[in-house]
């Protein structure tokens, strides 16, 4: 819907109305889940609890379904970390780190593409550089504004990227999940009970 895909979360949510949020989707068939950073929008139905989930990405639900072949040697975890990046022609940029693992993370909000197979160099922003240096990492996947970025050898032992993933990982273990009932509506393949989609993102 205007570029955008929605999930309706039925339960309680301690976050305000477009508070951004990362959200793991459990995928039907994989052991890979899915990551995505949205934003809360809140509902004003009193009859029915729950918050939209905005995504700005219309092909959210493709890439769930695309998963089911994804296999990873290391899980990813959510992160949200500034990060400036260096590339082999020596162009410089500044993205966000969206997801983190043993071996490599994921690069989001990219001002320009980047090329499958050369090597970065990144860095984390506001620390010193002895905790900072993620060290060179090689370009695997690129996905409109996103690129995934393995280290290889040593590099997947590198202090701050094991520093990243430990962070990621308390993180994570505040996480609040929900699981349908089995008495929703979506158990038997039905949709479940939802209120009126929200506006044109603001």
């Given at each position: 819907m205007d570029g955008r895909s929605l999930f309706f979360y039925p339960s309680e949510?301690?976050?305000r109305d477009g508070q951004w949020i990362f959200v793991e989707f459990a995928v039907a068939g994989s052991d890979v889940p899915c990551l995505a950073r949205g934003r809360v929008r809140a509902q004003s139905s009193?009859?029915?609890v729950?918050?939209?989930l905005e995504f700005p990405a219309p092909d959210l639900p493709v890439i769930m379904r695309n998963l089911a072949q994804t296999r990873r040697a290391h899980?990813?975890?959510?992160?949200?970390v500034t990060a400036s990046v260096?590339?082999?022609d020596g162009a410089k940029l500044v993205c966000r780190i969206a997801d983190v693992s043993v071996d490599g993370l994921r690069l989001s909000g990219l001002p320009f593409l980047l090329n499958a197979g050369e090597d970065?160099?990144?860095e984390m922003v506001g620390m010193p550089r002895a905790q900072s240096d993620l060290g060179k990492g090689h370009v695997v996947w690129v996905r409109a504004q996103e690129a995934g970025i393995h280290f290889?050898?040593?590099?997947s032992r590198n202090p701050s990227l094991v520093k990243l993933v430990e962070q990621a990982v308390?993180?994570?273990s505040t996480a609040i999940e929900f699981v349908h009932p089995d008495s929703c509506s979506c158990r038997n393949g039905e949709r479940p009970l939802e209120p009126q989609l929200p506006g044109t993102g603001r």
């Open positions: 949510l301690p976050h009193s009859k029915i729950g918050s939209w899980e990813r975890l959510p992160i949200d260096r590339c082999a970065l160099s990144i290889r050898g040593r590099g308390a993180v994570r």
